[in-house]
């Protein structure tokens, strides 16, 4: 009798144990999520990308304009959102009011201190800082390492420069960082 109690406690602390362990990880260290929605696309797909996102370089301001960020909806709070971090404290940052409108009406406006101006990559399907402006740094969550198409294909997230010559934040121009990646999709 006693051995099966005991071969049972065994059991349930193994559990315990493993279930502690992927909280902290979950929690503190990287976290896998399943990534949907227009607003990142070509970078991220509708629907289908797995993503691996590491928790630690927001904690320590390791964060930076280029990297892709899962941050917490300012909106919406028990969502998060993926987006690209255009501008960090400080910096100007030059946006189009309305992208569908082609008179190119823009504003500008200044990062405020302990705040990240995001923005979706498909300017025309994304609620972002044009929407809803600065979004503090407290609510960045995670920084994007790598995405997996379901269908088989891993690449790194790369970083991204963004060309500002064209002065329009809107239509940025994105120049990889990365050597290369192989996209087994056939696209």
Known sequence: ????????????????????????????????ALAYGPSMIPTINLTGDLILAERISPRIGKVGVGDIVIVRSPVVPRRVVT???????????????????????????????????????????????????????????AKLLWRSFVRGASIPVCKFACDWSSGMCGRLKILVQCNTYQDRRGK
């Open 1 to 32: 009798m006693w051995s099966i109690i005991r071969e049972a406690f065994d059991k349930t602390l193994l559990v315990a144990k493993a279930y502690g362990i992927l909280h902290i990880t979950n929690s503190y260290l990287c976290t896998v």
């Open 83 to 141: 987006k690209r971090v255009v501008g960090m404290e400080g910096d100007q940052v030059t946006y189009l009011l309305d992208p569908h409108n082609s008179d190119e009406v823009h504003s500008i406006v200044v990062v405020p201190r302990g705040h990240v101006w995001i923005q979706g990559d498909n300017i025309y399907n994304s609620k972002d800082s044009r929407d809803f402006g600065p979004v503090p740094y407290a609510l960045v969550e």
